[in-house]
């Protein structure tokens, strides 16, 4: 089944390239089924990369997904196409004021790590979607530096500064093999990771409420889990596609950022190699997963979530 989407969002072309099945609204309408609404709350930098990079996963399914952009309001973007957001996106201000139900809510990355989360400019107006959701969203997935953030807002998690970048494809654990997530997984796993800070293991362990899903001792904390799968944290980046890290590499080498060449990234470690993709089944395998869990346990009428 298909993911319903605008026909002229700039991501529909690429992904119907790629077969991956969208449908636009009209068609969507004839069909007598409820979709899952998810939104998507994108912070990331490459706003259309980033759209291309989700809807590819949540479009590998047989449920059909209408999706939702949401942006921060407070928040005057430097990196959209002009007039993008203005089309395509709503502002979390207005969805939480029209108490807007979805099945599932993506809150992404950003670029922000560094900074204190009250010092974030749209600190405000993302706690207030990460709070609206808890009563308002079935499911919540985190990434990255939006994991960081929800774990801080909801259960005061602070994240911890690195030595250095954790920068490149890493194994990954699976701790509860059996876990609704992690249905087909291998023990371990690759993932893709880029961030210079970590949430302190220590305590989410101590807190009861939160469950460390899957980890490593080389790159930390990579998923945790609380109420039953209702939110979920993911530290890294199951959806970047196979030239993403490339691109931050020499993006960072062209500023003059002190940058290490992505681990297990190229081959040989040698940059003018490509990169071979080794994470991409799991990704496909983790948004389908999430998509299933969502279908399965979510009510039919979203006025009765609770």
């Known amino acids: 089944m298909p993911i319903k989407i605008p026909s002229d969002l700039p991501a529909c072309n690429a992904l119907r390239e790629e077969r991956v099945f969208v449908i636009t609204g009209d068609r969507a ?25 989700l809807l590819r996963l949540l479009g590998n399914s047989p449920l059909q997904v209408d999706i939702s952009f949401l942006h921060m309001g407070s928040h005057e973007s430097k990196n959209a196409p002009p007039g993008h957001l203005e089309k395509f996106y709503t502002s979390t201000s207005e969805i939480v004021s029209l108490k807007a139900r979805f099945d599932g809510l993506i809150i992404t990355g950003a670029p922000v790590e560094t900074l204190p989360f009250e010092e974030v400019d749209y600190w405000n107006e993302l706690a ?14 985190h990434i990255c530096w939006g994991a960081q953030a929800g774990l801080y807002r909801r259960y005061k998690i602070p994240k911890q500064p690195l030595v250095e970048k954790l920068f490149g494809i890493f194994p990954h654990a699976v701790n509860e093999q ?13 993932a893709p990771q880029s961030r210079h800070t970590a949430i302190d293991r220590a305590a989410v362990a101590a807190d009861s409420r939160l469950v460390i899903q899957s980890e490593t001792e080389e790159s930390g904390v990579f998923i945790v889990t609380a109420r039953e799968g209702r939110e979920i944290y993911v530290t890294g980046h199951l959806e970047y596609d196979p ?7 020499r993006r960072d080498l062209a500023k003059g950022l002190p940058i290490e060449v992505p681990r297990n990234y190229y081959p040989d470690n040698d940059p003018s190699k490509a990169p071979v993709v080794r994470w991409r089944a799991h990704a496909h395998l983790f948004f389908n997963n999430w998509l299933n869990y969502v279908y399965q346990e979510t009510p039919f009428d979203l006025d009765k979530l609770e």
């Open 178 to 190: 059996y876990a609704v997530l992690f249905r087909g997984f291998d023990d371990e796993f690759l």
């Open 243 to 249: 030239l993403t890290i490339d691109r931050e590499y």
């Open 29 to 53: 309408e004839h069909q007598d089924i409820r979709p899952l609404r998810v939104a998507i709350v994108n912070l990331m930098p490459t706003t259309v990369d980033t759209e291309i990079q």
């Open 128 to 141: 207030e979607i990460i709070d609206y959701s808890g009563k308002n969203v079935f499911s919540t997935l």
